[in-house]
């Protein structure tokens, strides 16, 4: 985790009015860490259809801390398979020259 956002998340977690609000994912389960962490650290989950909903959980910031790193380990584990998977794509097409990128593609 990047130095500076460790300094921003711990001003946070002594100002709540300076904490960042929860923002949605891609990944289901960094989005279970992230609304989970939303919730415990007492911010309402903000959906476009439906509006706000208030947390289910009773608060407990050190642990919403907690799922909070989780959910950034979660994002960046993620990143880096996506970018590995992509590498050996591209590794089979240029190097090992076989149609499994190919084969990737839609429409094949």
Partial sequence: MVSGSRNLRDEAA???QQRPPAHPHRARDNNAAAIL???LEGHPLALLAVGNIDPWLPQSRHLGLALADIH??????LMWLAGLHATAALYHHFWRRDTVLLSMLPGR
């Fill in 72 to 77: 950034g380990w979660l994002g960046n584990a």
């Fill in 37 to 39: 962490g939303a919730w």
């Fill in 14 to 16: 002594n100002n709540p």
